[in-house]
């Protein structure tokens, strides 16, 4: 008779301890439903060129900036350069070699920012996080945004929302809703057709699924501004959380940008007062 009841204690004690386990787990969930780690994705072709400087600042910003516990890394081909190799001094990275991408179901990937589209969309529904592309550069934290299930932003209202910045809780139902529904939209030939405009007819589908902040948020200046960020005396946007730097209309300016000496030249520059907001000399 004692040994069943001790069984029966054991039991309940046993039972109780994965109750109160499972109730912590759930309440950390409420309390920050987007994990805080950063993922990057870079280096799909063969390398010709070194890595460069503002791709170095892209990833030291967003970890001064936010305190990630983890950034991701994901290239194929690895980078080379000075700028390269400091960028594996920055704490908590974590470098991991992939495989490029060939497909979307049935249907061939051609660009090679189609392929990079397909590593970030499956390496944030599996792990969650924050996506950002390498031309970022990190102004405000975004820690305030974690409790979202997802947050995008808009690129131009309503029709198109901008994947170079990206936040997910892991498996979320946008995410999705999103992958499903990529291979009928994507166009081999195409560009922003499943990347671009699908996650905008999601959220006028689904609003309850995402949070979608204004342009201002990631995205202006715009594009072809590329001289409001590099060249003219321009303020920082009071919205402005992570600033997307266009790099397919930029690239001649961030390959002038070759060290820190260049950021105390051009102070007045909206790319300067970005980096000397979070990054002083003695941080490079």
């Known amino acids: 008779m004692e040994i069943y009841t001790l069984l029966y204690i054991l039991i309940s004690l046993i039972l109780t301890l994965f109750i109160i386990i499972h109730y912590k787990k759930g309440k950390q969930v409420k309390t920050e439903k987007i994990p805080n780690i950063i993922h990057f994705v870079f280096g799909l072709k063969e390398?010709?060129?070194?890595?460069?400087?503002?791709?170095?600042?892209?990833?030291?910003?967003?970890?001064?900036?936010?305190?990630?516990?983890?950034?991701?890394?994901?290239?194929?081909?690895?980078?080379?350069?000075?700028?390269?190799?400091?960028?594996?001094?920055?704490?908590?990275?974590?470098?991991?070699?992939?495989?490029?991408?060939?497909?979307?179901?049935?249907?061939?990937?051609?660009?090679?920012?189609?392929?990079?589209?397909?590593?970030?969309?499956?390496?944030?529904?599996?792990?969650?996080?924050?996506?950002?592309?390498?031309?970022?550069?990190?102004?405000?934290?975004?820690?305030?945004?974690?409790?979202?299930?997802?947050?995008?932003?808009?690129?131009?209202?309503?029709?198109?929302?901008?994947?170079?910045?990206?936040?997910?809780?892991?498996?979320?139902?946008?995410?999705?809703?999103?992958?499903?529904?990529?291979?009928?939209?994507?166009?081999?030939?195409?560009?922003?057709?499943?990347?671009?405009y699908l996650p905008a007819k999601i959220q006028k589908q689904y609003p309850q699924l995402v949070k979608v902040l204004p342009p201002d948020t990631f995205f202006r200046p715009y594009a072809f501004d590329g001289k409001k960020i590099f060249s003219d005396d321009y303020d920082i946007p009071n919205n402005l959380i992570t600033l997307h730097l266009w790099e397919s209309y930029t690239k001649g300016y961030l390959e002038n940008i070759s060290d820190y000496q260049w950021i105390q030249e051009n102070q007045n520059t909206l790319y300067s007062k970005i980096v000397r907001l979070n990054i002083s000399e003695s941080d490079i």
């Open 47 to 196: 390398q010709t060129e070194e890595f460069l400087f503002p791709y170095y600042l892209s990833v030291l910003s967003a970890y001064k900036v936010n305190s990630p516990k983890e950034i991701y890394f994901y290239y194929h081909f690895e980078p080379y350069g000075k700028w390269w190799e400091k960028l594996k001094t920055i704490p908590n990275i974590i470098f991991e070699k992939v495989p490029i991408p060939t497909h979307f179901g049935k249907k061939k990937i051609k660009h090679f920012a189609h392929k990079a589209d397909k590593i970030r969309m499956e390496k944030l529904y599996e792990k969650g996080g924050i996506y950002m592309d390498i031309d970022t550069i990190s102004v405000r934290p975004y820690k305030h945004l974690l409790n979202n299930d997802v947050v995008l932003g808009y690129e131009v209202p309503p029709n198109t929302i901008c994947n170079a910045v990206m936040l997910t809780k892991p498996f979320s139902r946008f995410f999705k809703v999103w992958l499903d529904r990529y291979e009928s939209e994507f166009k081999e030939d195409g560009w922003g057709e499943a990347s671009i």
